[in-house]
């Protein structure tokens, strides 16, 4: 299990955790503008190549719905599982572009396993639990109370897990690794997420929202994927 959890010392019974440096923040908020860029132009080719293909989309729109109405945890972990290693996979290529050879392998399988395992089923899961519970009188306000849940419940407990598994599986302190990436990550959070979550609390169907969310996450995992990576940093000479 190595490949996916890193090396550590063996010789003693307690896991010896190793100090990374903090993550500079302005690093962190020069990655952002290519997760948001990353998104628009995802978004426009989406939107053109949906002008030309709406009927094959339209068909693996209901084939997927047809897999959530069947198996929905094991559907929404599996689309996560994929998105989240695209997201790394993307981050090691299309920004590093560190080539196949040097491809990390075991960090993209990091990233699929927290997507499958973790966010896959407990952001379905949340997404029912807002559907049922956040209602309001009015449209408007109700999908404000809705992002406002979100992004004051949710989005730091996820990010919080987020960080610290990384950093158990990496060998990592992951007190010290929540330190260094919370603040920076929580705030890049508060300048994407509330607009896509109010996009898609208000236009996409329940059944839908987690690979909606998925599909946007594919700039935000790249971004989050190059936040963690902290050594990667200090080999850039960044901090």
């Known amino acids: 299990?190595?490949?996916?959890?890193?090396?550590?010392?063996r010789s003693i019974?307690?896991?010896?955790?190793?100090?990374?440096?903090?993550?500079?923040?302005a690093i962190v908020f020069q990655r952002l503008p290519f997760a948001l860029v990353f998104i628009l132009c995802f978004l426009l080719r989406v939107l053109h190549l949906a002008s030309f293909h709406s009927y094959s989309i339209a068909v693996m729109l209901r084939w997927y719905q047809s897999k959530l109405a069947k198996r929905p945890i094991l559907t929404a972990s599996v689309t996560s599982a994929f998105l989240f290693g695209s997201g790394d996979v993307l981050a090691q290529q299309a920004v590093d572009r560190k080539g196949l050879q040097k491809h990390?392998?075991?960090?993209?399988?990091?990233?699929?396993?927290?997507?499958?395992?973790?966010f896959g089923p407990v952001a379905t899961t949340w997404f029912g639990i807002l559907q049922r519970h956040?209602?309001?009188?009015?449209?408007?306000?109700?999908?404000?109370?809705?992002?406002?849940a979100d992004q004051i419940f949710f989005a730091p407990i996820q990010l919080t897990c987020f960080l610290s598994s990384m950093a158990i599986?990496?060998?990592?302190?992951?007190?010290?690794?929540?330190?260094?990436?919370?603040?920076?990550?929580?705030?890049?959070?508060?300048?994407?997420?509330?607009?896509?979550?109010g996009v898609n609390f208000t236009f996409v169907p329940l059944e839908l929202r987690l690979l909606?969310?998925?599909?946007?996450s594919l700039g935000w995992n790249c971004f989050l994927s190059l936040m963690n990576s902290g050594e990667e940093l200090e080999l850039q000479g960044v901090i």
Do not use: C
């Not at 299990?1 to 010392?9: A, E």
């Not at 019974?13 to 923040?25: C, E, M, R």
């Not at 956040?134 to 406002?148: D, E, H, M, P, Y």
């Not at 909606?212 to 946007?216: P, S």
């Open 1 to 9: 299990m190595d490949f996916l959890f890193g090396q550590r010392d």
């Open 13 to 25: 019974s307690t896991p010896q955790f190793k100090i990374i440096p903090p993550v500079a923040p």
């Open 104 to 118: 990390d392998f075991a960090r993209t399988g990091r990233m699929a396993l927290y997507g499958g395992a973790v």
């Open 134 to 148: 956040v209602v309001l009188k009015g449209t408007t306000s109700t999908t404000v109370a809705r992002v406002a």
């Open 169 to 197: 599986m990496e060998g990592v302190d992951p007190v010290e690794r929540w330190k260094a990436a919370f603040g920076p990550a929580y705030k890049a959070n508060l300048m994407v997420w509330p607009f896509v979550q």
């Open 212 to 216: 909606f969310v998925n599909v946007i």
